[in-house]
């Protein structure tokens, strides 16, 4: 009995005898504080910025923890409400109404479950690079620009042109206290962590937002506060009349839209996670089930949407976690705290969790990529700005169709691109080489090249290069060979075969 149930600690904690099991356990149990700092502001600031109660960012927290970090995956990999939702989320609700929020996330769940099943999770990381950064730069710029209002204490217009207009006018409009204290919590975000040994005891959202309570307790500054209902009062559970709307062609949008890219971003985190420690590598598969798992139970709740956050994940393995005990703490600690301590909340004023989510939204702005891309491929770049403007100027899904149209249109132009080179060989003739893919895109400059060759001299047509000829260029160049005098299907027939060479 006694050598079982050794076993079974050892599998859990990957550790390799008794004298391990004790120290693999304290690392998750300190690693899972650090994870419970971390996370307890950020899933406030972000219910605040989806337009929802805050109770309901701690209630995605828990599941996170308690629910998803509890199956297999990815080991070290933190999960919860994400900023990177935060704007398709406000729209929903805007659009839709706070009630439709957990059938629009079990629904999501539900099909992140069904692309597990179908072991589809590994084909996330096939989704363009430059797509991807596009949206999380297109997300951060709509995050900066809506939490700016909430800084100020400052009512957001509906629209993200309007939001845009209406930044002229901000400074008029804002609360000076607010943003005072606003800018002091970014201050503390970006000065805190050079003081190493600080950061590793207390994190800097903590010590930012704590600091904010504090000095507006104190002082009594008349700025607004987050207004606290209870756990209870907060979850909602899904009404059959509410599901009846997924028949809803805009409703399913939504749906497919949070499946996807809350499966993307997870996804994406996990990668960048492995390759911060050295143990298990992440199933993504089965990452995807558990994500869709813990949507499914956040959408019975009527909670936010969770994803895989890199912020805590990295924290998590910083701190020194080892096994995913270390996430399920972290979900504990956060339920004892919404039950035990919720009144805490309502001493957080707005301003320091839109200060939170403004510097959050900045670093989703690949900066060093942007320069990468510029210097080395210009066309991604024109991929990347055309998704963040489009999710900018209209919304999140609407961003990343034309993105992914944008990228499919650039990978045929490119593979579409056919050489033409002519070389005189004086008595011998004239060399023709066609190099790359001949296609109906390339067409109108492949005719123009050979019907320029002049008609006295001999040719020798080299389709060597060629790795692809469709069969409007087939037909084409048998069209040119028989005007030679030649005869049809020769010129393609010679380019199809190993040597690939024609004589005309």
């Known amino acids: 009995m006694r050598g079982g149930l050794q076993k079974a600690l050892d599998k859990w904690h990957g550790a390799g005898g008794n004298a391990a099991a004790p120290a693999v356990l304290r690392a998750d149990l300190s690693a899972s504080l650090v994870v419970f700092l971390v996370a307890l502001p950020l899933c406030v600031g972000v219910a605040m910025a989806s337009g929802v109660p805050a109770e309901l960012g701690l209630v995605t927290g828990i599941v996170g923890g308690l629910v ?3 199956l297999p995956g990815s080991s070290l990999q933190v999960s919860g409400p994400a900023a990177g939702l935060t704007v398709l989320v406000y729209e929903a609700v805007r659009t839709y109404g706070v009630e439709m929020l957990g059938v629009l ?3 999501a769940g539900l099909v992140q479950l069904g692309l597990g099943a179908l072991r589809l999770g590994r084909w996330f990381r096939a989704v363009s690079v430059a797509v991807v950064h596009g949206m999380l730069t297109g ?4 995050l900066v620009v809506g939490q700016v209002y909430a800084l100020g204490d400052v009512d957001a217009p509906a629209t993200g042109p309007g939001r845009i207009a209406g930044l002229l006018a901000l400074p008029g409009r804002a609360d000076p206290a607010a943003l005072a204290l606003g800018g002091a919590v970014i201050a503390v ?4 962590p050079r003081w190493r040994r600080g950061a590793r005891l207390v994190p800097a959202p903590l010590v930012a937002v704590g600091l904010a309570a504090l000095v507006t307790g104190v002082f009594g500054l008349p700025v607004r506060r987050v207004t606290v209902h209870g756990l209870a009062d907060s979850v909602r559970v899904p009404q059959l009349t509410d599901v009846g709307r997924l028949v809803d062609v805009g409703v399913l949008g939504t749906v497919v839209a949070l499946a996807l890219i809350a499966s993307a971003e997870s996804l994406f985190g996990a990668a960048a996670v492995d390759r911060l420690h ?3 590598r992440t199933d993504y598969d089965r990452e995807l089930m558990a994500q869709g798992v813990g949507n499914a139970v956040c959408g019975l709740l009527g909670a936010l949407p969770m994803t895989a956050v890199i912020v805590r994940s990295a924290a998590n393995v910083r701190a020194g976690a080892r096994t995913k005990a270390s996430r399920v703490l972290h979900g504990v600690w956060l339920l004892v705290f919404a039950a035990l301590l919720p009144g805490v909340l309502g001493m957080i004023p707005v301003a320091a969790t839109a ?3 403004v510097h959050a939204g900045c670093r989703l702005v690949p900066v060093r990529e942007l320069f990468a891309l510029w210097r080395g491929h210009r066309g991604e770049l024109l991929v990347l700005a055309v998704t963040a403007g489009a999710i ?6 609407e961003g990343v169709l034309v993105g992914l149209g944008l990228a499919v249109a650039k990978t045929a132009w490119e593979a579409g691109h056919v050489h033409v080179a002519t070389e005189d060989h004086g008595e011998a003739g004239l060399v023709v080489r066609v190099v790359g893919h001949a296609t109906f895109l390339r067409l109108p400059k492949l005719l123009d090249a050979l019907e320029a060759l002049p008609a006295d001299r001999p040719v020798r047509l080299e389709l060597g290069g060629l790795r692809h000829v469709d069969h409007a260029c087939a037909a084409a160049l048998d069209g040119w060979a028989a005007a030679r005098g030649q005869a049809p299907g020769a010129a393609v027939g010679r380019a199809l075969t190993p040597t690939r ?3 005309m």
Do not use: D, E, Q
């Open 355 to 357: 200060a939170l989510l």
């Open 278 to 280: 050295r143990g298990p």
């Open 189 to 192: 975000l970006l000065l805190w």
């Open 392 to 397: 900018v100027v209209g919304n999140l899904f």
């Open 68 to 70: 998803a970090g509890a």
């Open 139 to 142: 997300i951060g710029l709509v």
């Open 501 to 503: 060479r024609s004589t």
């Open 105 to 107: 996330v079990l629904a």
